[in-house]
């Protein structure tokens, strides 16, 4: 029975959903929802900020400024409640409003930027009112989750060890990338650990993480308008891009089934299932996705038939047959 003191020490660690029956590939899905925070962010949050403790970067007065698309600016306000700080998160329009409120709740400020900039877009945007802020003001700490290699090191020490050691037969793992922090994380570990496991980073198409075009995208979480600059393509065997379209149609095929999980969920997953019919088919092969947070937070978005409509045409029905696997290719439509 897990008994805390402050919110951060509890985390799910520990809990797959076995996709096998949804998708006929054997892959497990690692849920990272389960916690105050309700995502993965949780972990980066708490390791960013206890390094800058130790480091004397934020004392008593500090107020906490990140540039957030949602999840990072929930936990940081869990953990600045959480230690006494103030904290300010600088997001933009695709930050859903349940998660805004969610900030707010929790006490802290939330700044919304309107308008992309022509280079950098949203992302550029946040950056540059960020750094307004800090120039304002020395009370003000940017932990900057985009250079912070402490964001990283939180998946290296406790996401990849934990899925290593559940599954000593891993051969593939899909991670999705915003900051890249999980991926570069999970990457590093296996890399160094277990060298023989493929890994896989998932994005949506519109990013510009892995070189492509830039086009708009509304599902927060993945995705950049700029370059990672925590990413180190050397370290990852290869890369899959999702439209948005696609990601939506899959959350709402495993909501069919039970599962609520956000929108870059179902990006992973429909990346990963497309990913090993055309390189890993058969039972054969082993497969991890980690799925970054839960659907609550998308009931106006990713589950809105109106949202979805506006935004990627006419929505189709999730399929609804349990024995039916996820389609493979153009067939999620
Ligand atoms: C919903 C969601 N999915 C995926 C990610 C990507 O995680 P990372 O920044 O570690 O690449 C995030 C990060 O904020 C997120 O909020």
């Avoid at 939330?110 to 009370?139: F, I, M, N």
């Avoid at 830039?214 to 993945?222: D, H, K, Q, V, Y």
């Avoid at 065997?237 to 069919?256: F, G, K, M, N, Y």
């Avoid at 179902?266 to 058969?282: I, Q, S």
């Amino acid at each position: 029975m897990p008994i805390v003191t402050s919110p951060e020490e509890f985390n799910v660690d520990d809990l797959y959903v076995d996709l096998g029956a949804l998708v006929s590939q054997r892959m497990y899905l690692k849920c990272e929802g389960f916690n105050f925070a309700g995502s993965v962010k949780l972990k980066a949050a708490a390791e960013m900020v206890d390094a800058a403790e130790r480091g004397g970067l934020l004392t008593a007065g500090s107020i906490i400024v990140e540039s957030s698309s949602g999840n990072l600016g929930v936990a940081l306000a869990v953990i600045a409640a959480s230690r006494g700080y103030r904290f300010v998160c600088v997001t933009d329009a695709r930050c859903n409003a349940a998660t805004r409120e969610l900030i707010k709740a929790l006490g802290g400020r939330v700044h919304t930027v309107t308008r992309p900039t022509p280079e950098g877009g949203y992302l550029g945007a946040r950056l540059e009112y960020v750094r307004k802020l800090c120039a304002s003001d020395d009370r003000y700490v940017w932990l900057n989750q985009y250079t912070n290699p402490n964001n990283w090191m939180a998946h290296y020490r406790r996401t990849a060890p934990d899925l290593a050691r559940k599954f000593p037969q891993l051969d593939v793992l899909f991670v999705g990338a915003g900051t890249t922090g999980t991926l570069m994380g999970c990457a590093r570990y296996l890399r160094r650990h277990r060298p023989e496991v493929t890994v896989v980073a998932v994005d949506s198409v519109g990013s510009v993480s892995f070189g492509g075009p830039a086009a708009p995208r509304m599902i927060p979480g993945l995705g950049a308008g700029v370059r990672p600059q925590l990413l180190d393509e050397s370290l990852i065997d290869d890369v899959v891009l999702v439209p948005e379209r696609d990601s939506i149609s899959t959350c709402h095929q495993l909501a069919a089934h039970g599962y609520l999980f956000g929108g870059s969920t179902g990006t992973v997953v429909c990346g990963a299932v497309r990913w090993l019919a055309e390189n890993r088919p058969g039972p054969d092969c082993t497969a991890v996705a980690i799925s970054p947070d839960l659907g609550e937070r998308y009931l106006d978005s990713v589950y809105e038939p109106g949202w979805v409509a506006r935004h990627y045409g006419p929505e189709a029905p999730a399929r609804l047959l349990p024995d039916e696997p996820l389609a493979v290719s153009g067939a999620l439509e």
